[in-house]
């Protein structure tokens, strides 16, 4: 029997509302609450991904290990090269270090620099 159940996945950043606008659009999940320090967005489903303010936030510099990457997101993906131009026409970098050997992923910065990853199955 399980002690909790998930509620959210907080990633401190710079600027609430700018990260929840890209992940909203992102994901195609709504922005369900709007604060100066706090913002949710969610698919209605349990689970949310919100966005708190941290004013020192220092972006990860991943692969270094003196700025690691403090968290990073997985999504998955039907075609790379089509999520690819539309995730950097939302403001998202392409990461110079791109591991996967086998194409499976793509590495990439969300507008506050943390690494998140384009997948597919």
């Not at 991904?49 to 990860?60: I, K, N, R, T, V």
């Not at 086998?102 to 910065?109: K, Q, T």
Request: glycine share 4%; proline share 8%; with cysteine.
């Amino acid at each position: 029997m399980a002690i909790a159940r998930m509620r959210s996945v907080v990633v401190d950043c710079p600027d609430p509302k700018r990260l929840a606008d890209f992940y909203s659009a992102l994901l195609g999940w709504e922005i369900t609450s709007v604060e100066d320090d706090w913002v949710v967005v969610t698919n209605g489903q349990p689970g949310r991904l919100c966005f708190q303010l941290a004013e020192d936030h220092q972006a990860p510099d991943w692969p270094d290990p003196d700025k690691p990457q403090q968290f990073h997101l997985d999504v998955t993906v039907d075609d790379l090269d089509e999520a690819e131009t539309a995730v950097l026409a939302l403001g998202a970098v392409k990461h110079a270090h791109q591991p996967s050997e086998d194409g499976s992923f793509r590495v990439y910065l969300d507008p506050a620099g943390h690494p998140f990853c384009l997948c597919v199955d």
